[in-house]
């Protein structure tokens, strides 16, 4: 996707990008004008030309979006508690974001944690952040190993084929979306049969596929929250919604902890 790159001359840095492609951009009398690369109008006065600021050349408006790091004292391990967003223009904001702890470059160990709905408290937008949703021993259960299966079971005909378990596995299944797998550690929901019952001696799944027996199978619960969000620093990108509107301060409140990522 093409996309422009403003440059601070004041501040010597690549300031941002924009969503827009000019063919050329200039301060006229402290008004920002760019001209477009056909057609609209020869000259397009930012603030005033449209009725948002986020809308160009007559087309729709479009999502102001921001990424920001926060790296308050690098070398300290944290565990991090809310997200929020300090604004006069409440009601003109609204959007999604996400929130990633320690991402690093592709040879780390991605930690991707989403925030919620940003919320109006006293004035201030607030984020909750979730917990991790990572794969790991918080979000997978053992359910046994397949001895074999039966056609229907009376009275729940309608959920189709019973697996049979050998009961050397976990069946307190918490209701959540949960897959079916072999391998957790190469889990894909999209290759992956959903639970939709669990008892002491099988399950149903919600394609009725017969499993092999001797397989032993994992439940995985892709929604579930896990540790809270632990690392150094973190990412986040969030989207303010296509209105007008200022922001005084973005801020993450965190504790220190003497435990590492994991812990």
């Known amino acids: 996707m093409r996309q422009t790159v403003a440059f601070n001359n004041g501040g010597n840095f690549w300031a941002t ?57 690098p070398s300290t391990n944290k565990i991090y508690k809310s997200f929020s967003v300090e604004t006069p223009d409440i009601n003109a904001i609204s959007g999604g974001n996400t929130f990633v702890p320690n991402a690093g470059t592709g040879n780390s160990t991605l930690k991707t ?22 794969k790991t021993m918080a979000n997978v259960q053992y ?11 009376p009275g729940f005909e309608d959920l189709g084929v019973f697996n049979v378990l050998d009961g050397g596995g976990d069946n307190s299944w918490t209701g959540q979306e949960a897959f079916i797998t072999s391998d957790p550690a190469a889990f ?46 973190a990412d986040s990108l969030i989207g303010f919604g296509a209105g007008d509107f ?5 801020n993450v409140d965190y504790e220190p902890t003497d435990l590492d990522h994991d812990r």
């Not at 002491?200 to 896990?226: I, M, R, T």
């Not at 200022?246 to 973005?250: A, F, L, P």
């Open 246 to 250: 200022e922001v005084y301060s973005i």
């Open 17 to 73: 990008r924009l969503s827009y492609t000019p063919s050329m951009m200039a301060w006229v009398k402290q008004h920002h004008v760019s001209c477009p690369q056909a057609g609209v109008t020869p000259f397009w006065k930012h603030d005033e030309s449209a009725s948002t600021n986020n809308q160009f050349y007559g087309e729709e408006p479009v999502s102001s979006i921001i990424g920001v790091s926060f790296n308050d004292n």
């Open 143 to 153: 359910l046994g190993t397949v001895v074999g299966s039966r056609d229907s079971v």
């Open 188 to 233: 894909d929901p999209n290759s992956s049969e959903r639970i939709t019952g669990v008892f002491e001696k099988g399950f149903f799944n919600d394609a009725s596929s017969v499993f092999q027996p001797g397989l032993s199978l994992f439940l995985v619960y892709v929604d579930s929250n896990g540790d809270q969000a632990r690392g150094q620093f």
């Open 113 to 134: 944690v989403f925030v919620s709905l940003l919320k109006n408290k006293g004035g201030i937008l607030y984020g909750g952040i979730s917990g991790e949703q990572r």
